[in-house]
């Protein structure tokens, strides 16, 4: 990733293009004048295949354009999130599930999250518009409590791997 600044710049730059809200309804044009939006202002707006080009144009190998383009991808599957509110416990994208293989998730998914918070990753798959129970943590405190969390939970609840937090 600190080979290609100036490509995560313009992969940022077109997710905040996307995503960023406006701060006043009654005007959705205003986007406020909040720090991030005048530094928006000042950039350039790419289109996708810009941006495609120019990951094969400054990517290295093979690997490193998979990565780049894994990136462009999710902004494109990204629906809804709470990036850019100022308060918030964990950082939370809907995605859009079409991105996903017919050939390896034969059953369509009707909703994807992703959840990250301080102190866990998470992540809720819903198969209908009104999902019952909702998304479970199971908070481990050591990989051996991991290890028997992952077994007496169904998989269908989420387990948080606490091998990367202090």
């Known amino acids: 990733m600190t080979q290609y600044p100036s490509l995560l710049?313009?992969?940022?730059?077109?997710?905040?293009w996307t995503?960023?809200?406006?701060t006043s309804l009654?005007?959705?044009?205003?986007?406020?004048?909040?720090?991030?939006f005048q530094r928006l202002q000042t950039e350039t707006r790419a289109s996708e295949q810009d941006i495609y080009a120019e990951i094969q144009r400054q990517t290295h190998t093979q690997d490193h354009a998979l990565v780049m383009g894994s990136i462009m991808?999710?902004?494109k599957a990204v629906l809804k999130t709470n990036f850019y509110q100022p308060t918030k416990v964990a950082v939370s994208f809907?995605?859009?599930?079409?991105?996903?293989s017919k050939y390896e998730y034969p059953v369509g998914?009707?909703?994807m999250f992703l959840i990250i918070g301080s102190q866990f990753?998470?992540?809720?798959?819903?198969?209908?518009?009104?999902a019952r129970g909702g998304i479970r943590i199971v908070k481990s405190r050591s990989k051996e409590a991991y290890s028997m969390n992952a077994r007496i939970y169904p998989l269908k609840r989420i387990l948080v791997d606490f091998r990367h937090v202090v």
């Open 73 to 75: 991808l999710f902004n």
């Open 121 to 130: 990753r998470g992540f809720h798959l819903r198969f209908r518009d009104v």
């Open 26 to 36: 009654a005007s959705p044009s205003e986007v406020g004048p909040t720090l991030s």
């Open 109 to 111: 998914l009707y909703g």
């Open 94 to 100: 809907r995605l859009n599930p079409s991105f996903l």
């Open 19 to 22: 995503h960023y809200i406006p």
């Open 9 to 16: 710049k313009l992969l940022y730059l077109n997710f905040a």
